[in-house]
């Protein structure tokens, strides 16, 4: 278990390694203050957008900077659990987005995303800068 993190999503990381300026300076500072955050599903949503050897060289560097926890049997049972329980609302996300999210919540995590459905996720602390 990590005790202080924010859990990066792929849509930050994304936008950072683009070079958004809006994401640089906090992704950077999350990342020298060594409390950036991932998982083995972003780090498979990173490299499946890898369009050549130069962004994935930047993407390799990227990621020796970043503390990594995984998705476990439990925690994958606990985000199927949810994400049934918010389908039966007329809630439907990506079960990918419920893993993340549940493995930021069980380890005390917020996420750091500009993907707004994450908001809809019951005990889910989004990161705001």
Request: hydrophobic share 45%; aromatic share 6%; with cysteine.
């Amino acid at each position: 278990m990590i005790k202080d993190g924010i859990l990066v999503d792929t849509s930050v990381f994304i936008d950072f390694l683009k070079g958004e300026e809006r994401y640089i300076k906090i992704v950077a500072e999350l990342l020298e203050k060594k409390l950036a955050v991932t998982t083995g599903i972003i780090i498979a949503e990173l490299l499946q957008g890898i369009k050549n050897p130069k962004e994935e060289q930047k993407l390799s560097e990227l990621l020796r900077g970043v503390s990594s926890l995984e998705v476990t049997t439990d925690l994958w049972i606990k985000a199927g659990q949810l994400s049934c329980s918010l389908r039966r609302k007329g809630i439907s996300l990506p079960l990918t987005d419920f893993a993340i999210a549940i493995l930021a919540i069980e380890n005390t995590l917020e996420v750091f995303t500009i993907d707004k459905h994450f908001e809809q996720i019951p005990g889910l602390r989004i990161y705001k800068w």
